[in-house]
């Protein structure tokens, strides 16, 4: 008997990596091992020194094939056993650690567009549909397209074991998010890149892909984001710490604006609820700021802060880390 392991793993495209996956079929009850692959066709590596080491780091339920089959995240080395350059995760894994005491949680957003025929799914061939305003959570034949899709995207994260809290429709017509969190830095940005891969996968089925470009659609339609929530055990307890981790974001902004996905300045312009990516500004319930300050937060006197600025295309495995990096660091003693 056997069983399947979907090895998944994150290459090295330019400028914004992709997801790779191969199946390894098992003994029944053998143990996850090390695995490798091609690295010179991923980018990953010159052909003459083509061989890349998968390192699995999390294993979960595979909602797609069911029964023992699993699938299986991985982080990509060198044949010595040390991270490749493209290897994000070990950082993230280490600040996780190194910062744990202070309990940092991550919850993202992740904003997506659906595609079917070269434009986005229910738009009409070489045009627009009506302007954006009812598609935002809506309901109806005429204003959401994709839900079947998404509705079995839900399903599927759930049965895999991942903390999805939320989907919904989103601004521009064809797009759409679901929730990932709170949870730890690393594990957060494990689950978002097991659930974009879920994502594609099952888009498959239903012959519609999903692209995470932040700004598929110039002109006055939304840009996708990945809006990311943080807190500390500290900022869960006292408000004056949501406001000194929204002022120390601001003392590094530059480095996260680098760091939050390709295109950037192409969606943080300023409107449809951005900031610009030029500037640095918090607010109380302000979709215009970079960092929002949900207006319960400031009720309660304790929670959390939303970093409004990554892209739906960054690297969670980078925007989880320099947050908790950024607040932990200044929050440290
Ligand atoms: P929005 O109003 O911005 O659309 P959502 O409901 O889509 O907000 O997302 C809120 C996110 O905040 C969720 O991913 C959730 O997991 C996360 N979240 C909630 N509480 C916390 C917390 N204390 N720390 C970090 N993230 C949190
Ligand atoms: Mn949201
Ligand atoms: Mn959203
Ligand atoms: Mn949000």
């Known amino acids: 008997m056997t069983y399947r392991a979907e090895y998944i793993w994150i290459d090295g495209s330019e400028p914004t990596k992709f997801l790779r996956s191969k199946t390894n079929v098992l003994p029944t009850g053998a143990e996850i091992p090390i695995w490798g692959f091609d690295g010179s066709s991923t980018n990953q590596a010159p052909g003459s020194e083509s061989d890349c080491v998968l390192q699995p780091v999390m294993t979960v339920p595979d909602p797609i094939r069911g029964g023992d089959n699993v699938l299986v995240l991985c982080e990509v080395l060198l044949t010595d056993m040390s991270p490749h350059a493209t290897n994000t995760r070990r950082a993230c894994a280490e600040a996780t650690e190194h910062y744990s005491h202070l309990e940092p949680w991550l919850g993202i957003e992740q904003e997506y567009t659906l595609y079917k025929d070269g434009r986005p799914l229910g738009w009409p061939p070489g045009g627009y549909p009506a302007p954006q305003g009812g598609y935002y959570c809506g309901i109806g034949d005429d204003e959401v397209f994709g839900r079947d899709l998404v509705e079995a995207h839900t399903t599927a994260c759930i049965e895999a074991g991942l903390a999805i809290s939320g989907t919904n429709a989103e601004v521009m017509m064809g797009q759409w998010e679901f929730q990932i969190g709170p949870l730890d830095p690393v594990t957060c940005a494990d689950q978002v890149w097991l659930a974009r891969w879920l994502l594609y996968r099952i888009g498959e089925d239903f012959g519609i892909s999903a692209t995470l470009d932040p700004k598929p659609i110039q002109g006055d339609w939304n840009g996708a984001g990945a809006h990311a929530n943080f807190s500390t055990a500290q900022m869960r307890e006292d408000y004056d710490a949501v406001i000194a981790a929204a002022e120390a ?72 880390r320099l947050i908790t990096e950024t607040v932990c660091g200044a929050a440290s003693p």
């Open 249 to 320: 974001l601001g003392k590094n902004h530059d480095y996260h604006i680098e760091n939050y996905g390709a295109g950037i300045e192409r969606r943080l312009t300023g409107l449809h609820e951005t900031a610009p990516w030029t500037e640095y500004n918090y607010g109380v319930s302000d979709r215009g700021a970079s960092v929002r300050i949900p207006w319960q937060v400031e009720k309660e006197r304790r929670g959390y802060l939303e970093d409004r600025r990554p892209n739906a295309n960054c690297d969670p495995y980078l925007v989880t």
